[in-house]
């Protein structure tokens, strides 16, 4: 009988344990967005200031393609795409220190797919080694190890790894791994139609302080996921632009015809960016005619909608270009100099104690004339963080 009774008391407990692991599974959110009530709108009505940055490379330490951009300590990290560098700059734009891609042996990486910045150490994820290497802000190697799965970006914790494929899985259907060591996760199964098809992550992995969780906007799509600091993925994000948005097979044909960016009937395409800032999310999107930018509340209610932002702060007009990341307080574009400089002698700015723009030009006049890249950051109103 008490074998009987501890049998039941085990079937009792693992239902309770299963139930309880039921709550916890993925959950879907739909956010509606109509288009037709975005009206245009200005700098002013959202944005407090902006400062532009010139990354000053050398002659002897150049970057070539400046790609995944990342600011955290004061610090300005930008991958080379081209070269698989890594520069650090400090928050003016001073070159401040480089790790450079030197080849496959110890201590070493060779190909930079992704890095990831937490504590003060800096992890690359080499996929031709095959490997995660840690470096400190100073370039000093600290350690190395395997890696479990060649993905697009990538996750390390202390107690487990998160991987994100891009909708090229080298051995299952999925695109996200979540692997403690001894626990391996398959979430969110692709498209089969869009196997193989995939957009290099401007972000990847984004971490949300606050809440210690991890997002990522989904390329080809209008989603994203959300994991929990302890990897788990928790809730997939959908946005819903009703009669502006186009099915998967649709979206596919675009693809295939490289016109994802003039679609009939303004429609849109994917999501641009996603980011998590401070308390609030930005999203951005658009279409043949317009740009869009959307804040959302923590629970995803609509903050603010506008479209075709005028700069009204110092009427450098670089909205219609897309966001290229962002920072703890708002979002951040990206421009050769020379675009800057032409936007500069073709627009009549105008002297504002919110923008740096005029003591910018006069510093860097003629540096915007050679091969360099400038970080426009536009810092969100404090009531939006």
């Not at 992995?205 to 788990?232: C, H, L, T």
């Amino acid at each position: 009988m008490r074998t009987v009774f501890n049998y039941l008391q085990f079937i009792i407990v693992f239902f309770l344990l299963y139930s309880c692991e039921n709550k916890n599974q993925t959950i879907a959110v739909d956010v509606n967005l109509d288009l037709d009530i975005v009206k245009e709108g200005k700098f002013s009505d959202i944005f407090d200031s902006i400062q532009y940055v010139l990354l000053n490379d050398t002659e002897s330490q150049p970057l070539v393609q400046p790609y995944k951009i990342k600011f955290l300590d004061s610090l300005i990290f930008v991958e080379d795409q081209e070269l698989d560098n890594l520069f650090i700059f400090n928050e003016h734009g001073n070159l401040k220190n480089v790790i450079f891609s030197k080849g496959v042996g110890p201590e070493e990486f060779y190909q930079l797919q992704d890095f990831q910045l937490s504590n003060g150490i800096i992890t690359i994820m080499d996929i031709v080694s095959g490997k995660l290497i840690n470096f400190n802000y100073n370039g000093n190697f600290i350690s190395e190890r395997r890696l479990l799965k060649t993905s697009s970006n990538f996750v390390q914790d202390s107690t487990f790894d998160l991987f994100f494929f891009n909708n090229r899985p080298p051995d299952s259907s999925y695109n996200f791994l979540y692997s403690d060591g001894s626990v391996n996760r398959y979430n969110m199964p692709i498209n089969s139609n869009y196997d193989g098809i995939s957009l290099t992550h401007l972000n990847g992995f984004m971490y949300e302080s606050r809440n210690n969780d991890y997002y990522i906007d989904i390329p080809f799509s209008y989603q994203v996921a959300k994991f929990s600091g302890i990897g788990n993925l928790v809730k997939v994000i959908e946005f819903n632009f009703g009669k502006y948005s186009i099915t998967d097979d649709e979206r596919l044909e675009m693809i295939i015809n490289r016109n994802l960016y003039n679609l009939p009937s303004n429609k849109i395409g994917m999501l641009d960016s996603f980011y998590p800032i401070g308390s609030i999310f930005s999203v951005c999107f658009s279409n043949s005619n317009d740009s869009f930018i959307y804040l959302l509340d923590d629970k995803l209610n609509k903050l603010y909608s506008g479209k075709n932002l005028e700069n009204d702060i110092d009427g450098l007009n670089i909205f219609k270009m897309l966001p290229w990341t962002y920072y703890s307080d708002g979002i951040v574009f990206k421009f050769p100099a020379y675009v800057i400089l032409n936007l500069i002698s073709k627009n009549s700015f105008k002297n504002s104690d919110k923008s740096n723009l005029e003591s910018f030009y006069e510093e860097n006049k003629e540096a915007l004339q050679e091969d360099l890249s400038v970080l426009v950051k536009i810092k969100l109103k404090n009531k939006f963080l």
